[in-house]
């Protein structure tokens, strides 16, 4: 008897912990949607992605939602959150692709439970590229400290680091990373920076990992923002005098500037740089190669200084001499970047002239961070009223203009209030990633869109996390995410042990 | 009578451990307020992450409790008395030779007393308690393999020094295995200004002025901080002209070490918060949460300028982590409300001492290259428009805290012409009488007539002054001797304190 009562408390408790919540039986029926964090609400998402648990956020106790699809129905609910089967969450997309999944709400809320209006999760037939890889910092201003580039296998929610500076970085000699890159969305050829302490640039050249020195006499600086060249392997950099200074009431807070910026060009093989372009009047910014590898798009403001300060009194002329540096603070809104292009010569290695593609500073705007789709028709770029940091301007949007037509699409389904900065299209053109800060304005998430074979810009989501809250609990940011079709393969430790040893110098060619 | 030996040592020890700590509330509430820990996987796994992050999680879990000092100490000394035993009973110590065994856990000791302006740079979160339970660990799992490692030497007869030898084997490969988070990061006490600091800035933050000020007052040497802290307290009580009555005399830190401390570290974002530098604050509170971890400081301070700045999701991010501590939960809930109800926020202490600092001028770039004090100086002396009576003392006074001579004769100008009809407080009649004789003044002072009073005290000031110059006295001897009489007063703060630091 005691055997038997035990063995259905057992079972019971089992199927309790194991079993479904189901839809309430009677409820109240709203007129919209819920609120849900992250909002998944009619968005357009890759047949490949990995499952979207979001919160329901209207004070409920408790949640449950029903999956609706072509194939059958799924319910989930766990406290105020909706976490799906990553199993059940793959056949759904399958059975999904070209659909929907309808996702009706219920939430209990003082006892009561009520039903919003349902809202679709669309299913498109293409997939996403499986990886992207994103530099985790914390919304700092100067310090740096716990920095890592991390890849994530977006079909999952499988994070690891590529690189943790923390690996060689000491208190005392703290040390930065930056700018991750790869060749055509392959790891194979891939680099990134790290500044101050074992500073150098991290180059994966096939079977090799070396650390390079890109500064000479010549420069004003190493390789900053790099672009390398989808099939050679050479790789563009912008060289970058950088400053920072600080808002006192903005709530932008920070402006990041370039005094002096140039272009050149990386020969990893031959370990030689050039220049590509260095006007002196010109900040040169953001290259980015084409797909076919033929043409060099980049950013540039033309901005001349005048050693003066700006006079208070328009009719006279302030004779105080200041340092470029004082000069770009006190003039940072006339600092308005445009998009131009070079066209490149593969065999001979030669770029053609100057031509600009979109100008910018006709709307009093400043545009920069140029990528081109896949197909090399369109091109996507961060557009805010000043300056090139455009991670740091509420107002900056992702802005994407048809080079066919010359005409700029409707962006606005992607874009937020909020600040909107560094577009990069997947390998296929169909998705495009940015980098928001749509949930606070302070932290930076990224955010993907379906771009249609129609040229149309699609409801922006999310990467998703396996918790719900995880973008509330994070304090650090997605910084620069890039697409990749495959992991990187060389390991945190070879990295460091690379980090650990002297660059080799580049050498400049005239 | 050996065996009780071994208890009389472990009481002795925690006695005066628990004092030695206790006495120093401030102190490990500070220790506290400079960690954090958030109940959630979240957090969990972003500190395991990290190298010795168990400990640092753990440490970081304990670290709480020292919100109620006594609780805290006690958690501590709990586990330094458990090592002790553990340690005891691995190297098998008898009588006085237990002693051996308190060395460890008093070098803990030490080593949390002696942090001193190490609490602002350390870069272990849960510093106190990840090293205490890293060190319990090893002592846990060693005593573990020594009865194990006994048991089967049993049978082979061993001499007592060749089983001392095996434990203390045993107890070097569990420190290797744990490898524990030990430091001592300085050899030297802090200095008593570094406990008054801590003090000040703890009764700022909960708005305490008079607390604030009576600390200033027991100093006689206080430091550039504890100069800012009780300037923020006049401010906010609207005595900011009795500034040179209580002693402005800022000096730097005694430091061990090589340690280099900056008020950046040290108080920036809340200084920059009371002075309603909201941007500033903010930046400070991430830097120093960057560089040296996430606190409850500074997530306390990121919570109120983002209020203040209306960027209310974010403020809402940070009450949500806030929500998830064991002493945080209540402000964090507080703050919630404030946002909500914006006319709740207006009513606070807080927002009316900080509101009217907010100038309602030009936003502008700038730089304070880490220099906070000399940032905040230089900002308000050159203010030329301000927007609120308060603003107006307080660019007044900190012209004369800076010794810009210059711009305070603007700033008196301004002030006389939009007060007509006010009484001129004494220090500003104090420091215009001064300065009528500057040669920098953009601006004739003479004309102004001033108190009897004040120029009749100026009036001795001067003929002491020539006096004491005609003995051929230097600076610092005048100083010294024209104190008593005239310490209180601009004159004095203008011509005897040479020792402006700023760091």
Request: charged content about 20%.
């Amino acid at each position: 008897m005691k055997h038997n009562i035990f063995t259905t408390l057992a079972l019971t408790v089992l199927m309790v912990a194991c079993g479904r919540p189901s839809v309430p039986g009677s409820y109240t029926s709203k007129n919209n949607t819920p609120n849900i964090f992250p909002d998944y609400t009619d968005v357009t998402i890759p047949c490949n992605i990995a499952p979207l648990n979001f919160a329901v956020q209207d004070g409920c106790k408790e949640t449950v939602a029903r999956f609706t699809y072509p194939g059958g129905e799924y319910i989930y609910g766990d406290g105020t959150k909706v976490i799906i089967d990553e199993g059940e969450w793959k056949e759904m997309l399958n059975a999904s692709k070209g659909k929907n999944i309808k996702v009706d709400i219920f939430s209990n809320i003082n006892g009561e439970w009520i039903a919003y209006k349902s809202f679709n999760i669309n299913v498109a037939e293409e997939e996403i590229d499986p990886y992207i890889s994103y530099r985790l910092i914390q919304p700092s201003y100067v310090a740096y400290e716990g920095l890592s580039i991390n890849q994530r296998n977006i079909t999952t929610y499988e994070e690891k680091d590529i690189y943790n500076n923390m690996s060689v970085s000491t208190e005392e000699n703290g040390q930065c990373i930056n700018c991750h890159s790869y060749q055509n969305f392959k790891t194979s050829h891939m680099l990134f920076h790290m500044r101050q302490s074992y500073g150098g640039t991290m180059i994966v050249n096939g079977d090799e990992v070396k650390k390079v020195d890109l500064k000479t006499d010549e420069l004003i600086s190493a390789g900053v923002y790099p672009a390398w060249h989808p099939t050679l392997n050479i790789i563009a950099f912008s060289t970058n005098k950088t400053g920072q200074s600080f808002h006192t009431k903005d709530i932008a807070k920070i402006e990041v500037q370039d005094t002096e910026s140039d272009l050149i060009l990386y020969d990893v093989d031959k370990n030689e740089v050039s220049y590509i372009a260095a006007d002196e009047n010109e900040l040169e910014i953001f290259p980015t190669w084409s797909p076919d590898g033929k043409t060099l798009y980049f950013g540039s403001a033309h901005f001349v200084y005048t050693g003066h300060a700006p006079s208070q009194d328009s009719t006279q002329i302030d004779t105080t001499k200041i340092e470029k540096e004082t000069e770009m603070i006190q003039r940072y809104k006339e600092c308005k970047y445009d998009l131009y292009k070079k066209s490149f010569d593969p065999n001979t290695r030669t770029f053609g002239p100057k031509e600009l593609v979109y100008s910018a500073t006709e709307h009093n705007m400043s545009a920069t961070l140029p990528r081109i789709s896949a197909d090399g028709r369109y091109l996507a770029f961060a557009e805010g009223g000043w300056g090139c940091f455009h991670i740091w301007h509420p107002e900056a949007d992702i802005q994407i203009l048809d080079l066919k037509t010359g005409k700029k699409i409707d962006t606005k389904p992607m874009n937020s209030p909020r600040a909107e900065s560094y577009p990069v299209w997947s390998s296929n053109g169909r998705w495009i990633m940015c980098e928001s800060r749509r949930d606070d304005g302070n932290y930076t998430r990224p955010a993907i869109a379906y771009f249609d074979k129609q040229g149309k810009v699609h409801k922006a989501f999310e990467l998703p996390q396996k918790d719900p809250y995880f973008y509330t609990f994070f304090l650090r940011s997605f910084n620069r995410p890039e697409f990749m079709v495959e992991p990187v393969k060389v390991s945190p430790q070879t990295f460091s042990s690379v980090a650990k040893k002297d660059a080799k110098k580049a050498v400049f060619k005239k | 009578m050996k065996d009780k030996i071994k208890y009389y040592i472990a009481i002795v020890f925690a006695i005066v451990a628990y004092t030695a700590l206790f006495t120093k509330s401030d102190y490990l509430f500070a220790l506290q307020y400079h960690s954090l820990f958030v109940k959630g996987h979240i957090f969990m796994a972003t500190t395991l992450n990290n190298p010795g992050g168990l400990w640092t999680w753990i440490g970081c879990y304990l670290t709480q409790f020292f919100y109620h000092p006594w609780l805290g100490a006690l958690i501590l000394v709990g586990i330094w008395v458990a090592t002790y035993f553990f340690l005891s009973s691995i190297l098998k110590l008898k009588s006085y030779w237990n002693l051996v065994a308190v060395f460890p856990v008093a070098i803990q000791l030490f080593a949390i007393l002696s942090l001193g302006y190490y609490i602002y740079y350390c870069k272990q979160p849960g510093y106190a308690f990840a090293q205490a339970t890293s060190i319990l660990a090893i002592t846990i799992l060693a005593l573990i393999a020594s009865i194990v490692t006994s048991y089967f030497l049993k049978k082979k007869n061993l001499s007592a020094a060749k089983y001392l030898a095996i434990d203390t084997c045993i107890l070097i490969v569990a420190t290797i295995i744990i490898r524990p988070v030990f430091r001592v990061y300085s050899w030297e006490l802090p200095s008593k200004t570094f406990y008054s600091e801590l003090k000040m800035y703890h009764a700022i933050d909960e708005c305490r002025w008079d607390d604030v000020l009576a600390e200033a007052q027991e100093c006689d040497n206080p430091t550039n901080l504890m100069v800012i802290y009780k300037n923020i307290a006049l401010m906010h009580t609207d005595r900011l002209t009795d500034m040179f009555m209580i002693n402005n005399c800022g000096t730097a830190p005694t430091v061990p070490d090589s340690l280099n401390v900056h008020i950046s570290q040290l108080g920036a974002p809340m200084i920059y918060y009371q002075f309603g530098q909201i941007n500033y604050a903010y930046r400070w509170a991430i830097e120093n949460s960057v560089e040296y971890g996430t606190s409850i400081n500074n997530m306390k301070i990121l919570v109120r300028c983002a209020i203040l700045n209306h960027e209310f999701d974010v403020a809402r991010k940070y009450t949500a982590i806030l929500k998830r501590t064991a002493y945080y939960r209540d402000w964090a809930k507080q703050q919630e409300d404030n946002i909500r109800y914006s006319s709740n926020l207006i009513k606070t202490q807080e927002f009316q001492n900080i509101a009217p600092l907010i100038n309602e001028d030009a936003n502008r770039l700038d730089v304070d290259n880490g220099l906070c004090e000399k940032w905040i100086l230089n900002h308000f002396s050159d203010i030329i428009h301000p927007t609120s009576r308060k603003l107006e003392d307080v660019i007044m006074c900190i012209a004369l805290w800076a010794e810009d001579s210059y711009s305070y004769c603007i700033h008196f100008y301004n002030y006389v012409n939009r007060h007509p009809n006010e009484n001129i407080p004494l220090l500003y009649q104090e420091a215009a009488i001064l300065l009528c004789s500057q040669k920098e003044s953009p601006i004739d002072l003479n004309n102004y007539q001033f108190d009897n009073i004040i120029t009749d005290q100026f009036n001795n000031f001067v003929r002491d002054y020539n006096d004491l110059s005609k003995l051929g006295l230097d600076s610092e001897e005048m100083g010294r001797r024209l104190k008593p009489i005239y310490g209180k007063t601009y004159w004095w703060y203008y011509y005897f304190y040479t020792d402006f630091n700023i760091y």
